[in-house]
């Protein structure tokens, strides 16, 4: 039983759509070598957070394709990561969670050099502007992550599946 569904007695979303985890990345002879200096791209921030788990289901956000690829921006020479996911549906309750899920894996995995925005996908949810303007406020994330209930769910989402 999920956090959400102990809390409520049900679920957002009883039946989820689910899809075809894309393959893992090759990764290059190049990417071990630490002597070489490479860029971090969009795969390489997708393979971070692709297995970030559902807060409501025992599926990763990429199965549920809350996160695709194609939606994540990389800028090394300004320094800057922007995710954009989409909710499975528009009133989705997890949404804020999901992206702090996001932006605090990408906190712990990136040099802290990187700016990251992590935002919903346009049109997506139904309080996308809401749920956004939480996402970016500094404060607000700050003061969520010290909250030590909320960062055990942000753990447990973050812990591979077994």
């Not at 999920?2 to 990417?31: C, H, M, Q, Y």
């Not at 071990?32 to 200096?37: G, I, K, R």
């Amino acid at each position: 039983m999920s956090g959400k569904e102990r809390l409520t007695g049900r679920l957002d979303n009883a039946n989820p759509t689910v899809f075809k985890a894309s393959k893992e990345r090759e990764i290059t002879a190049d990417e071990e070598d630490d002597d070489v200096v490479d860029a971090i791209d969009q795969w390489e921030v997708f393979d971070m957070i692709r297995a970030i788990n559902d807060p409501e289901h025992p599926l990763s956000l990429e199965e549920l394709n809350v996160l695709q690829q194609s939606h994540i921006e990389v800028d090394n020479c300004r320094n800057y990561v922007k995710v954009l996911f989409t909710p499975t549906i528009p009133h989705c309750s997890m949404a804020t969670l999901i992206g702090l899920s996001i932006r605090v894996k990408l906190l712990r995995a990136l040099p802290p050099r990187f700016k990251v925005d992590v935002i919903v996908e346009p049109g997506s949810h139904a309080s996308e502007l809401a749920v956004n303007k939480q996402l970016a406020d500094k404060e607000r994330v700050a003061a969520a992550l010290e909250n030590s209930h909320l960062i055990s769910v942000i753990n447990q989402c973050l812990t591979p599946a077994t």
